[in-house]
């Protein structure tokens, strides 16, 4: 994972394959909560985000991720 614009598309990836939406306009300092994904799918996300980059994120630390920006700054470290 290069930078965050990486990581948004990544996501959006995800969620057009598992909520079926893309979330266009979405930036790093985007508020996860505020998407409306629920926590399910939220989590499939994230599981998508691992596979795809393969590695595996901490539950502890995914759950304190806010941000895009603060999903890619704990991937950027693992």
């Known amino acids: 994972m290069k930078t965050d ?3 948004i598309e990544l ?3 995800a969620a057009a394959e598992i909520v079926g939406r893309t979330f266009e306009g979405i930036t790093p300092n985007t508020e996860i909560g505020e998407l409306g994904i ?3 799918d939220l989590l499939e ?3 998508f ?3 795809e980059l393969h590695i595996k994120l901490a539950d ?3 759950a304190e991720v806010t941000t895009l920006h603060d999903l890619g700054e704990l991937i950027r470290r693992s």
């Open 45 to 47: 996300i994230f599981g």
């Open 49 to 51: 985000v691992e596979d």
């Open 60 to 62: 502890a630390d995914l």
């Open 11 to 13: 996501f959006q990836e």
């Open 5 to 7: 614009q990486d990581l």
């Open 38 to 40: 629920d926590s399910v």
